[in-house]
């Protein structure tokens, strides 16, 4: 498409007009947020904290797996409070062996008691490696102990069903949120109460969608719908979302169809996940196909427009996505610059698709300048903006640019750079065999408790598998075991066949005897719990 017909596509897009609008491509992820339901984060997020940093580093360096909690503080006098114990745990989310270890030990301080929120938060780092019996066994705790679970503590439980594939025992964990919660799905509620139950429908039927069971979602909604809850445009949503997700255009189409049918209109939202979905993960070449996304795009603003529903910095976002996608860094530009003459200030997502396009073709100092432009205009860029850089730098195997990018971030403390961030530098350096990079990048990312993660891990020991550097490879995974940290099936493999290869059996039959022993000490300090073994 030339300039020509973007300059047309754009003219009659924007020919509403529009008052300051700040949603962003978030906007899509968090349908159901609202003011009755819990915190959007559910669990207390990350916060500085100078006590938090040096016990976390305690416990993570000195902290034995084969004995107990105690030895690692005893000789650091520690005050808990709630504070404290929050951001200590957040700070061991990656290490969930040591994060429970220290959920445990704190509970028998004196002077100190769990409040919900820490039930809530170790349930999250505990359901993240598949830990679920314990995380029953800990609600059920909280109950006995007067403790109330809350929908937060339910709806984390339900995110990490989910996102392990366990779809009914989620739909289980649903229905026996009234055990334990007050105010849930009854025949007598007033008007507040109702949509609350749609919120928490809402949130089932999304954390379905946004994890790839489309098709659970819509079979709980057909059962439960005109019984349960009434439908509403927000639940219409996030279905037609889960169906664009699995990329089943026919099914997103049939609910918007059901949607409009039943008298419900749909909104900006509804629209933006239909641009979304139609130009988010379709594949723009050749040229033809981009031509042709484009111009789908120009059927739905066109529909929009006739329905009196003003598109918003999200809708052009999406289009801004495609453009990014589709490498044209001129076409990204001009469609930034026609949104901010039309009174459209760009938000992050809109910005970042921009720096990724310009990045992407090489046009490093451009981005850089769009960079500053977002700081002037009151738009802080996020680690994801960042990564842009990094990537591209990966790309020329820039290992200065790199660095000194790397090196600003931190000196200017805008934000911590993400473990992502992270992960590809190590990638980068791992490739060029700069092992001096690889571990200052390691130890700064232990150090401000971004990681490792599983990533992380996967990527070093198997690049030390292909060097055959073998005990290294082995303390690493024996490492990740003793952090809670669950490799990979194919870790477990590469690392065997290595070892057999190399003519090593006895290293393998020492490593496993000494993770079977690992396993067999820590859980039966805590047997009461149900921990099982950490493999896949």
């Not at 933006?272 to 795009?297: D, I, K, Q, W, Y």
């Not at 990527?459 to 550097?469: I, Y």
Request: proline fraction near 4%; charged fraction near 25%.
């Amino acid at each position: 498409m030339n300039h020509h017909h973007l300059h047309m596509f754009l003219t009659m897009s924007l020919r509403l007009p529009h008052s300051r609008i700040t949603h962003t491509l978030i906007q899509i992820r968090t349908l159901c947020s609202s003011s009755s339901s819990p915190n959007e984060t559910l669990t207390p997020t990350f916060k500085p904290s100078p006590d938090a940093d040096r016990l976390s580093q305690i416990l993570i360096h000195h902290h034995n797996p084969f004995h107990s909690m105690e030895s690692s503080l005893q000789l650091n006098g520690i005050t808990l409070s709630h504070f404290l114990v929050h951001q200590t745990l957040i700070r061991l989310k990656h290490t969930s062996k040591i994060a429970f270890s220290f959920f445990r030990w704190a509970q028998t301080h004196p002077n100190y008691t769990h409040t919900t929120s820490t039930y809530t938060l170790i349930i999250d780092i505990l359901g993240k490696v598949k830990q679920f019996d314990t995380c029953w066994k800990l609600i059920t705790e909280m109950d006995s102990e007067g403790i109330n679970p809350s929908f937060a503590t339910f709806y984390v439980l339900i995110r990490r069903l989910v996102s392990a594939g366990l779809t009914k025992q989620a739909v289980r964990a649903f229905d026996d949120i009234g055990c334990f919660v007050g105010n849930v799905v009854n025949d007598d509620v007033d008007q507040e109460q109702m949509e609350q139950q749609v919120d928490d429908f809402c949130y089932l039927f999304d954390t379905l969608c946004k994890y790839g069971y489309p098709k659970v979602a819509a079979e709980m909604f057909n059962k439960w719908k005109g019984w349960r809850f009434k439908p509403d445009v927000k639940m219409y949503t996030v279905l037609i979302n889960g169906w664009w997700k699995v990329k089943n255009g026919k099914m997103a189409e049939r609910f918007f169809n059901e949607m409009v049918a039943s008298g419900i209109e749909p909104n900006v939202v509804t629209y933006n996940v239909v641009l979304n979905g139609m130009c988010r993960r379709v594949s723009l070449h050749p040229e033809e196909r981009f031509e042709r996304t484009v111009e789908r795009a120009r059927k739905v603003f066109d529909e929009m427009a006739e329905r009196g529903v003003q598109p918003d910095v999200t809708s052009y976002s999406i289009l801004l996505h495609v453009y990014s996608r589709a490498h044209k860094p001129d076409g990204t530009l001009e469609i930034l610059k026609m949104m901010k003459d039309r009174g459209i200030h760009p938000s992050l997502a809109s910005y970042t698709s921009v720096v990724k396009c310009l990045c992407s073709c090489g046009r490093v100092d451009d981005a850089y300048r769009l960079l500053d432009e977002m700081v002037q205009n009151g738009v802080t860029p996020s680690a994801t903006t960042y990564n842009c850089f990094f990537k591209e730098y990966r790309g020329r195997k820039d290992v200065e640019s790199a660095l000194r990018l790397f090196k600003q971030m931190k000196k200017d403390s805008v934000l911590i750079p993400d473990t992502h961030t992270y992960n590809i530098l190590l990638g980068m350096f791992i490739k060029l065999d700069r092992f001096d990079l690889v571990k200052e990048i390691w130890d700064d990312m232990k150090g401000n408790g971004s990681g490792p993660d599983l990533d992380s891990y996967t990527l070093l020991v198997h690049h030390l598998c292909d060097q055959q550097k073998w005990q290294e490879a082995c303390g690493y995974f024996v490492e990740m075991i003793e952090k809670g940290i669950l490799p990979q099936k194919v870790t477990f493999e590469t690392l065997y066949r290595g070892l057999i290869q190399a003519d090593m059996l006895r290293t393998w039959r020492r490593l496993k005897k000494k993770l079977d022993d690992e396993f067999v000490s820590f859980s039966s300090e805590f047997e009461n719990y149900h921990i099982k073994p950490y493999k896949r």
